[in-house]
């Protein structure tokens, strides 16, 4: 069984930063794909970011240039550096783990992840 708990998230103004964790209890946390998502009230799971083995990233079209995954295999723990808020960030986020991979299982889908945290509300005020 994977644990993840996020942390990091408040409530700021449009343009600032924050860095969200994700700390996970796997031992196997490298062979681990990671994922953010974020859930805004009244709107389906949105994919986010994600980070594969190799440090691959992908990234929603809306949050390039402005949000950075990274992970730390050595402290089992996934981040999502976002600086630039938008008031349309305001979400709660998400991260999930999956050890599915290959043709059918896109890193952009939150079917194929097997594993969540509980979230992280982020607010950003206008």
């Known amino acids: 069984q994977v644990q993840l708990v996020e942390s990091g998230g408040g409530l700021v103004q449009a343009g600032d930063s924050l860095r969200l964790s994700c700390a996970s209890s796997g031992r196997t946390f490298s062979s681990w794909r990671m994922g953010w998502f974020r859930q805004a009230p009244g709107k389906e799971r949105e994919f986010v970011a994600a980070?594969?083995?190799?440090?691959?990233?992908y990234y929603l079209d809306s949050v390039k240039g402005r949000f950075t995954i990274s992970r730390d295999n050595a402290k089992n723990t996934v981040y999502l550096q976002m600086n630039s808020l938008e008031p349309e960030d305001t979400a709660v986020y998400l991260c999930?783990?999956?050890?599915?991979w290959g043709p059918g299982y896109s890193v952009q889908n939150r079917l194929i992840y097997d594993y969540w945290g509980q979230g992280t509300q982020v607010t950003v005020s206008s």
């Open positions: 980070i594969g083995w190799t440090s691959n990233t």
């Open positions: 999930a783990a999956t050890s599915k």
